[in-house]
């Protein structure tokens, strides 16, 4: 097995190859537009089976890059946000449940959940930091959640991005104009608009203004939308369009939120299309954590919150004309922070390899690659969430263990044959469960991750 900084270097190289081979049509530092959705379920667009909701673009998009079936983030928003930003696993950073309001106490229960940062480490170095010391301008719009109530250092105008719209803690924002209560939250902005404007489209607008502005050099954008999360509220012409196709009322909001953010996305693609920057622009589109349970994950199990694959299966769209082929899927387990190292990879950014938990996937991109060196794919979630007690999991093929830190019980599932996670092996293959029970355990070592404790 080789080194994880010689496994980088390996990837890169396929990706700095297929560019050489393809160095009419793609630059050697591509723009970067991410756009990350709050609580989509991984069935939510029609690319993914989705016939409740029209997401034409997020489907274009497919068809003209890769779509990935089998990505995964953490189940709640912050422990994503924190993996993305530095390569590394939430448990490894101490990240590992949404960042709460200052003053505000999670539920505990049987056992007492770790005291978790409530920040983003400022020894950690970000995405946008190292793209920033790349030539890249950053802007971050939108949802940050990585501590910004703790001080100004932990805010992302401090953290790498040039550009910084509305960062603020949720519960203090509408969906309308006025968009943050300035006198709760008086950093946050103010966004301006006027009365009737929606924030999704406010949003966009700041992202559009942006591109245009740095069209001329690299830049990222990091455009991190508050939709689909609640409360749910959406423009009444759309809610009645999915009223008068059947929808009851809360399905018929989320639906009209749906397609916001699925206008959001043509809206980018169309500016870029006009300023003739499509070619030039790796174009990502990912949820956070698995959709709330006003949508449906079926035939998987769970939802926001949960370990099972309803609550950390997202979708996951990759376009980079010229480099990634179009209209193709992966089937490979990907995870959100293979993303930090990827994006490095594509921007031609170095990075030490062995002090990332992300494995760059700059060879599935081009198809160069059909597998990833990783023993295992892992989830620490040591908190209460609605139903969700404490727990952990791992994956390792097809193979899936859950362990339940309240009693120690551990359910197996085969995903290949059992996607829906009905079929509990554990009893019928003992020698199975306690191998991955083992290696989930010396997991946790190796990333110091914090565990509930008893009373």
Not at 241 to 268: C, F, H, W
Not at 333 to 353: E, K, M, N, R
């Amino acid at each position: 097995m080789f080194p994880r900084q010689q496994i980088a270097s390996l990837a890169l190289s396929l990706f700095v190859g297929v560019l050489s081979v393809c160095a009419d049509e793609a630059p050697a530092r591509p723009n970067i537009v991410f756009i990350l959705i709050d609580d989509m379920g991984c069935k939510d667009a029609g690319c993914y089976g989705a016939t409740n909701f029209a997401t034409p673009h997020v489907d274009r998009l497919a068809s003209q890059g890769m779509r990935f079936t089998s990505a995964y983030a953490a189940p709640v928003c912050s422990p994503t946000r924190a993996s993305l930003m530095t390569g590394k696993h939430p448990a490894r950073v101490h990240i590992t449940n949404f960042i709460p309001q200052i003053g505000r106490q999670l539920p505990t229960g049987k056992l007492i959940p770790p005291n978790f940062d409530h920040a983003l480490s400022l020894h950690e170095k970000t995405l946008a930091e190292s793209l920033h010391a790349g030539g890249y301008q950053n802007a971050m719009i939108g949802k940050w959640h990585l501590g910004e109530e703790q001080g100004p250092e932990y805010r992302p105008q401090n953290r790498g991005f040039d550009h910084v719209v509305l960062s603020q803690h949720h519960g203090i924002f509408n969906y309308f104009y006025p968009f943050v209560d300035q006198e709760k939250w008086p950093y946050a902005g103010p966004l301006p608009g006027k009365a009737g404007d929606y924030l999704p489209d406010r949003l966009t607008d700041e992202a559009i203004e942006f591109v245009r502005e740095n069209r001329e050099n690299p830049f990222f954008l990091y455009l991190s939308h508050w939709s689909v999360h609640g409360p749910y509220f959406a423009p009444e012409k759309l809610v009645a369009k999915y009223r008068e196709r059947g929808l009851e009322e809360r399905p018929a909001i989320y639906a009209a939120m749906m397609e916001t953010v699925d206008n959001s996305v043509g809206r980018l693609m169309a500016t870029l299309d006009e300023l003739k920057l499509t070619d030039k622009t790796l174009f990502i589109f990912m949820s956070d954590n698995g959709g709330e349970r006003i949508t449906s994950m079926a035939p998987l199990r769970g939802s926001k919150g949960s370990l099972y694959e309803g609550g950390v299966r997202v979708p996951l769209v990759v376009r980079y004309p010229g480099v990634v082929p179009q209209g193709s899927t992966c089937d490979v387990p990907v995870i959100s922070h293979d993303l930090f190292p990827t994006l490095l990879d594509v921007a031609g950014v170095t990075y030490d390899a062995d002090q990332l938990d992300g494995v760059s996937i700059a060879g599935l991109l081009t198809g160069k690659q059909t597998s990833l060196d990783r023993e295992a794919l892992y989830w620490h979630f040591p908190h209460y969430w609605g139903s969700t007690r404490p727990c952990g999991a791992i994956r390792k093929d097809d193979w899936k263990l859950v362990e339940h830190f309240e009693t120690g019980r551990c359910e197996l599932y085969d995903l290949k044959s059992d996607p829906g996670e009905q079929h509990d092996l554990a009893d019928d293959m003992p020698q199975q469960t306690s191998e991955l029970r083992d290696s989930l355990a010396q997991w946790r070592k190796r990333v110091n991750a914090q565990m509930p404790t008893r009373p």
